[in-house]
């Protein structure tokens, strides 16, 4: 299960939540995202609008939208987590490449 911070209606309150039993490819993706330093949030959106995110760096480095039903969060969250970590490997790759 992947940690995330969900932000809570009306005021954004912060609640640490982790996801539904993901597949080996999500969960492990995932886990390499947040070693490398991203943190995964969630937040309902007026109209029944989920918003998962992830945050790397001062950035939201991949978000994915989607309505708040069945079957469809889960597709989004994996969608969010497969391009959070395309993102982040690129930026790694170029944070290297800077540093070295």
């Keep these: 299960m992947i940690p995330i911070t969900q932000f809570l209606r009306p005021n954004g309150r912060k609640q640490e939540i982790v996801s539904p039993q993901r597949s080996d490819e999500i969960e492990k993706l995932g886990a390499e995202c947040i070693s490398w330093g991203g943190r995964f949030t969630a937040e309902e959106l007026q109209g029944g609008v989920i918003s ?8 939201d480095i ?4 989607c309505r708040n039903e069945t ?3 889960s597709t989004a969250f ?3 987590v497969r391009d959070a970590h395309k993102r ?5 790759e170029e944070e290297n490449q800077n540093n070295g």
């Design 52 to 59: 998962f995110a992830c945050e790397y760096g001062d950035f």
């Design 62 to 65: 991949a978000i994915e939208l």
């Design 71 to 73: 079957g469809v969060t």
């Design 78 to 80: 994996d969608k969010m």
């Design 88 to 92: 982040i490997t690129v930026a790694k």
